[in-house]
């Protein structure tokens, strides 16, 4: 078999429009992973245990079942509710409900990781808790997870492809559109793991020179 470099070449510009809404969907759903993760790790360590309970709960239940499994019950589920979601919000939102709970469990272990004699001290000259981990806690937790908020980044990326699956034209549903017209999938998909490659690659060098910055900064 001869490899097609033609074939390749005329589906660039077509694949480029996928690899761009991968990354839309992919910014969108680490914005809400980033809330939900946010709220869901401190609520981890939140002093209410109904809080905690909740939280933990949740963080349990996502993990515990395949992203594929909840883009589906969001995307068929929810309009047996009377909730019909378009195609594009559906997977934002499954994607960003499954991220949220990674997202907690970096941010619980971040904070964590910090000394509870730093928080106490806070605590005994006046700060409230939100005050202790506003201004104390959270600015050093943050370049502690960095590194693994990059990686789940990344890994929110290259799964975005499994929103292919509800006819978003992503970059591997672009692919396999391709592939139906021109029946050539090696060359098709040689090309779509070089735009994920690049794509990861990026986030990767971004997240190194955030770690640079802070580091500095110090």
């Known amino acids: 078999m001869q490899f097609n470099f033609l074939a390749l070449y005329e589906a660039l510009p077509a ?22 993760g946010l709220g869901a790790g401190l609520a981890r360590v939140w002093p209410n245990s109904f809080l905690r309970s909740i939280s933990s709960a949740y963080i349990e239940l996502i993990r515990g079942t395949p992203l594929l499994v909840q883009i589906f019950l969001v995307y068929f589920g929810l309009p ?12 934002v939102l499954a994607m960003g409900i499954n991220s949220g709970a990674y ?22 000259l006046g700060m409230s808790w939100w005050q202790s981990m506003y201004y104390i806690v959270l600015p050093q937790a943050l370049f502690r997870i960095l590194p693994s908020l990059g990686n789940e980044f990344i890994a929110l990326l290259k799964d975005s492809s499994l929103v292919s699956t509800i006819a978003i034209a992503e970059l591997t549903r672009t ?5 139906t017209r021109t029946f050539k999938s090696f060359e098709i ?30």
């Open 15 to 36: 694949l480029l429009v996928g690899a761009l809404a991968t990354l839309r969907i992919t910014a969108l759903s680490i914005a809400v992973g980033l809330v939900i």
């Open 80 to 91: 047996a509710l009377g909730l019909n979601l378009d195609p594009f919000v559906a997977g």
């Open 103 to 124: 997202v907690g469990e970096i941010v619980r272990g971040g904070i964590e990781s910090i000394a509870q004699g730093q928080m106490e001290a806070a605590l005994s």
């Open 175 to 179: 692919g396999q559109i391709i592939i």
């Open 189 to 218: 998909w040689m090309g779509v793991a070089l735009f994920y490659f690049v794509m990861t690659y990026a986030i990767s060098r971004i997240v190194r020179y955030s770690e640079k910055r802070m580091r500095y900064s110090e």
